[in-house]
Structures are given as structure tokens and as C-alpha cells.
């Protein structure tokens, strides 16, 4: 493919916005797995007024045409200044990748993205991720191609050698657990868990949004507390996210999957759960209409949502290691007791970097079922590669 066979457009207004979202529906035409994110989910990724990271970066987006007119991939570069400044060398970030099968069209992506970034001064370039928290649209992936629970990443399988043929090498490797919740949990753990949580010092509160004000702010401080020493480029949670984030999402929220715990009165550890309403998304073609929101409201009521999505668990430091997340199992298990049309759990993502969440996950039964990368390529092709760090 030579270059004067491809047309590279920057999205800059409404028409070209339209076919940076249509790239993905062109590429997964014929995928049956699937679930095309809602449109509007993107658009605010790269909207000012609706993402805070702008507050401390930029983005740009790009789609590619051929010849023809006809879309054949895009790609995003973006930075954020408050995570360059924890680094030995400044990193930027590319994402929301979509391409056709071809190396040569996605080497001119990467070389796009490539090019921006260190105009702006950055030295590598970590993907795909997001522009955003990490718990959405973050890494490749390349193994467990069946259907991607909401705002995880989902890609074809030959995504992998467009990566790594151009350069990309291995940052870190993340897992997605799956747990059957029709197994029983062993009975060793179960015992721990029980003993853990029926300590008096603890209390274990879900979350209700008749105390969202507290709850909130109770969140947001155990989560801060949780991973600033944990990771190196940490981003500190606004208390407004977590709001805006449970204001937007009522329809479908279970207060019970949400969960604090405190000791003493102290918030001292958080688990946060979501019903995977890519169940219903699926329909939609990336589009909340009134009609489909009619839809999705009468299949939260009529049960039709069947997997759970586990997003995060925190414990401040000096709490882990006491059997709390144990404790936040005995808690769900219980929860999922009262709700028999859930069946099946399904936590996106743990990192390699993170062995006390994955033996957690492994010891209550669950399998490590999707599994992605997170990349890094370093644009001094002679610079010493190191992987994010691993605890021994």
C-alpha cells in the first residue's frame, strides 16, 4: 500500500467524527462478538467539557481512507502531563486503534501517532489505552475472543502482529477473571471469609444512594489512599467522577454490588461491581436513542442481565493482607444469593504487576479468561526497554 493510495484526515468537526466512529463498525462488520461502545461514550473521551484529563493533557484523533473513500482505519494520540512527570522519560499514549489487516496502513497510524507526540516532546508511546482511567478501553486483546463485557477492550485477533511487527513491545500483561457464580466457593476460603467479615472492629456497608454524598466522599478517600503509593503514575479520583459516574449509570446500578468497609468507622477498603450491560448494548449499534433507552430499562426490570462486571478493589495499605477482599467475597456471595438471574462474574482487568489480586481471584475458583497487553514503544530504538515494574 504506498502512500498516495491512502488519505490521512484529522477529526476535526462533526463530519469526521462521525467516520472516526464508523471506522469500528466497518471493521467488525461481520463479528458477532462484538458490541459496538456507545457513540456517545467515545465522543466525550475526546470532549473537554466531559473528560478532566484535558484538564492536564491533549488529544488528536485521525482517521485513514483509501483510495476508494473507503474507511480503512484511525488511530488517537494523546498525553497526559501529570503522568509524564513520573516517568524516567516523558510517554505519550495511542488508542481506540482500528485497522484493516494490513501492516502497511497501520505502521502509517503508529507513524502518525509517532510523529505528534514527539513534536510535543514525548519520547515513547504506551497502547492502546485511554485517555481516560484505566479501567476502560486499556490494553490489546489477545486471547479470549468472545464477548467483551462494557468498556473493555475487544479487537480482532490480528491486531496483535500490527503491534508487535511495528515495534511494540510488552509493558505489562493484564488478565480478565471469569467465576462461574453457580460454583461453590472452596471451604477453606469460605471460612476465612466469614471469620473476617463477623469481626466486630468491621462493617460492611453497600452502597446506597440515599447516602451518596458520604459514600462518595468515603470512596473516593479509600481509593486515593489505596493505589497513590501503589502506582508510580497515579491519578488522583475527583470525588465529581465517582458522582457524575453513579448519577449517569442509576438506571442500571445494583447499590448491593457497590460495597465500603470500615473499621472502626473508619473507610478503610472499597469494591466496585457493575451489571455488564453490554448484554443489552449489543442491540444497540453504539446508539441510546429514546427508544433504546426504553428498551434498556425494561430489560434491567425484567432481569435480562446476567454477568457482572468487577471493575476494582482497593484496601489502604495498612489494611491489606487482614482478609479484607475476602470479606468482600463472603459479602457477594450473599448478594448473589438474592439475585439467581446473575450468572457469571467477570473482573477486567489484573495486571501482571498485581499477584495479591490474581491469587485472590484463583483461590475463590475463578479462570484468568481473557488475557491483553498493554505495549510500549520507545522512539530512540537503541534506549534500554524496561517493563513496568514487577513486586517480587
Not at 495511542?94 to 497501520?106: R, S, T, V
Not at 481516560?132 to 479470549?144: A, I, N, P, Q
Not at 477498603?269 to 429514546?290: Q, R
Request: proline share 5%; charged share 25%.
Amino acid at each position: 500500500m504506498k502512500q498516495n493510495d491512502i488519505c490521512l484526515i484529522e477529526v476535526t468537526d462533526k463530519k469526521t467524527e462521525i467516520s472516526f466512529l464508523n471506522v469500528a463498525r466497518v471493521i467488525y462488520k461481520n463479528d458477532k462478538n462484538w458490541v459496538c461502545p456507545l457513540d456517545n461514550d467515545i465522543k466525550n473521551v475526546f470532549n473537554p467539557l466531559k473528560n478532566n484529563y484535558y484538564k492536564h493533557g491533549e488529544a488528536i484523533r485521525w482517521v485513514l481512507k483509501n483510495k476508494s473513500g473507503s474507511l480503512i482505519g484511525r488511530i488517537a494520540a494523546f498525553i497526559d502531563y501529570n503522568s509524564t512527570r513520573t516517568t524516567d522519560e516523558p510517554i505519550g499514549g495511542c488508542g481506540f486503534f482500528e485497522c484493516i489487516n494490513n501492516q502497511e496502513a497501520a505502521n502509517f497510524l503508529f507513524d502518525t501517532a509517532k510523529s505528534w507526540l514527539t513534536e510535543k516532546g514525548m519520547k515513547g508511546m504506551d497502547g492502546p489505552i485511554n485517555f481516560g482511567e484505566t479501567d476502560k478501553y486499556w490494553g490489546l486483546l489477545v486471547g479470549g475472543f468472545t464477548q467483551p463485557a462494557v468498556e473493555v477492550a475487544y479487537n480482532p485477533p490480528y491486531y496483535q502482529l500490527l503491534f508487535e511487527n511495528y515495534g511494540f513491545k510488552v509493558y505489562f500483561n493484564q488478565e480478565g477473571f471469569h467465576y462461574d457464580l453457580k460454583k461453590e466457593i472452596p471451604e477453606r476460603f469460605w471460612k476465612i471469609a466469614a471469620w473476617v467479615a463477623k469481626k466486630p472492629e468491621y462493617k460492611f456497608v453497600h452502597f446506597s444512594y440515599k447516602e451518596i454524598e458520604k459514600q462518595v466522599k468515603d470512596f473516593t478517600e479509600v481509593f486515593n489512599g489505596a493505589w497513590q503509593d501503589f502506582k508510580k503514575d497515579f491519578e488522583p479520583l475527583q470525588s465529581v467522577y465517582v458522582m457524575n459516574f453513579l448519577i449517569k449509570a442509576k438506571v442500571v446500578i445494583e447499590e448491593k454490588f457497590i460495597w465500603i468497609a470500615y473499621q472502626n468507622e473508619k473507610p478503610v477498603a472499597i469494591y466496585l461491581m457493575v451489571p455488564d450491560v453490554n448484554i443489552i448494548f449489543k442491540d444497540f449499534n453504539g446508539k441510546l436513542n429514546l427508544w433504546n433507552k426504553l428498551k434498556l430499562v425494561y430489560r434491567v426490570k425484567t432481569k435480562q442481565l446476567t454477568r457482572a462486571k468487577g471493575i476494582l478493589m482497593g484496601i489502604i495499605p495498612k489494611y491489606q493482607g487482614l482478609g479484607i477482599e475476602s470479606a468482600f467475597i463472603y459479602q457477594l456471595h450473599g448478594v448473589f444469593k438474592e439475585m439467581p438471574h446473575y450468572t457469571e462474574l467477570e473482573f477486567s482487568w489484573v495486571g501482571d504487576f498485581n499477584p495479591i489480586m490474581r491469587k485472590l481471584w484463583t483461590a475463590i475458583g475463578a479462570e484468568p479468561a481473557k488475557h491483553y497487553i498493554t505495549y510500549r514503544y520507545l522512539f530512540n530504538r537503541d534506549a534500554e526497554f524496561k517493563r513496568y515494574p514487577i513486586p517480587e
